[in-house]
């Protein structure tokens, strides 16, 4: 079993604020990706990263990808409530294998 | 267009109860996965669907679990004799293809055995 942990486990922060969640592994990912979830509601995929070293933003949001495909993390600027959920990584090994690998997930509460 | 659906969206049995949920995909996806999430954790693979290829099991936690896709569509989850620990939300994905085609969740299944 591939396991990618996620640190912190929960974060609060006041709206504003910046944080970086992370997400490491002892094993190697072809490639990498990120989702937030809502309450009731499932994943919505918000990047993949496939290039050691990669960097993506999407808006207020900046994904890393290490260069030795092991870990990630996701960079969030003066964060909104509307970026309160549970966000996680799932990685794809190298092996081929059809299904992602999740993470233990953190959930991030903004307070406006 | 339609997303994901997944019926009920909630359960309560009773122990040693069977119970089945379904899983209804994006018309035109051929790839669905089943996936089990405990209260608040990240997701845990069960079973990946591809096309009519034989489909992967690995995820499985015991044999009280099966899962079956009619027609490359609808596909139905089965949990025989129920036990506490099977609590959880259980999520159906489709994607297009297999592989790194982006996976569209469901809103799960909330099951709760007492």
């Known amino acids: 079993t591939q396991l990618l942990e996620q640190s912190p486990q929960f974060l609060s922060i006041q709206e504003g604020e910046n944080l970086t969640v992370y997400c490491n592994s002892s094993s190697v990912f072809s490639s990498l990706q990120w989702y937030r979830q809502e309450p009731g509601e499932g994943p919505v995929l918000l990047v993949t990263v496939v290039t050691g070293g990669e960097v993506k933003k999407l808006k207020r949001l900046t994904f890393q990808f290490g260069d030795a495909r092991k870990d990630s993390s996701l960079h969030i600027t003066a964060a909104q409530p509307g970026d309160t959920g549970l966000y996680l990584c799932a990685g794809f090994d190298q092996t081929g294998a059809n299904n992602l690998f999740f993470g233990t997930g953190t959930r991030l509460t903004v307070i406006p | 267009g339609a997303g994901v659906s997944q019926s009920p969206s909630n359960k309560v049995t009773e122990k040693g109860k069977d119970v089945e949920l379904r899983c209804d995909p994006i018309s035109g996806h051929t790839a669905l996965y089943w996936y089990r999430q405990s209260l608040g954790q990240g997701l845990e693979f069960l079973i990946y669907?591809?096309?009519?290829?034989?489909?992967?099991k690995s995820g499985l936690p015991s044999d009280r679990f099966s899962a079956e896709r009619t027609g490359g569509s609808v596909s139905t989850l089965t949990i025989q004799r129920t036990q506490q620990e099977d609590s959880a939300v259980y999520l159906c994905?489709?994607?297009?293809?297999?592989?790194?085609?982006?996976?569209?969740f469901g809103p799960g299944t909330r099951l709760t055995v007492t």
């Open positions: 669907f591809q096309g009519n290829s034989a489909p992967d």
């Open positions: 994905a489709s994607s297009l293809a297999g592989g790194f085609y982006e996976q569209y």
